[in-house]
C-alpha cells in the first residue's frame, strides 16, 4: 500500500468495485447485449480498466505487477465461473478485453495516473 491518509478507504473502495464486477458476473442476465456491436466487449474493457486504475492508486508501483496478474486471474476465473452457469456464457473474447483493460489500466498508473489518490487526498482537508 502507498502511505495514504485514507488508505483503508481507497482499499476498501477498490473491494467493492471488484465484488460489483463479481456480481455482475455471475447474475442472470435479463436482456443481451447486441452480440453485433460488442458493446459487452468494451463493458469489460472499462470494468477492468477501472479495477486496474483504482488499485494503481491505492498500492505502490512495485505491485503493479502482481496486481495485473490478480486482475487478469480474476477475469478468467469469472468466465470459467460462467461456463459452469446455465444462465451464462463463458466468452474468450471477454476474457481478452478484461486483459486488454488492466493492461491499460496499469499502464496509464504507471503513466502517473496511479497518484490520483494521493492527488485527491493534497487537495482535501
Known sequence: MRSLRWARAW??????LVLVVVFLSVRPVA????????????AHLIAYFTLALWFSGALRRASYLPLAVALI?????????Q??????????GDGLANA????IGV????AGLGEWCRWIENRLP
Open 11 to 16: 482499499l476498501t473502495g477498490g473491494i467493492v
Open 107 to 110: 499502464a496509464a498508473g504507471a
Open 31 to 42: 436482456m443481451a447485449l447486441p452480440a453485433v456491436s460488442n458493446a459487452d466487449k468494451f
Open 73 to 81: 486471474a480474476l477475469g478468467v476465473g469469472l468466465e470459467g465461473v
Open 83 to 92: 461456463a459452469l452457469l446455465p444462465v451464462r456464457t463463458a466468452d474468450l
Open 100 to 103: 486488454i483493460g488492466v493492461g
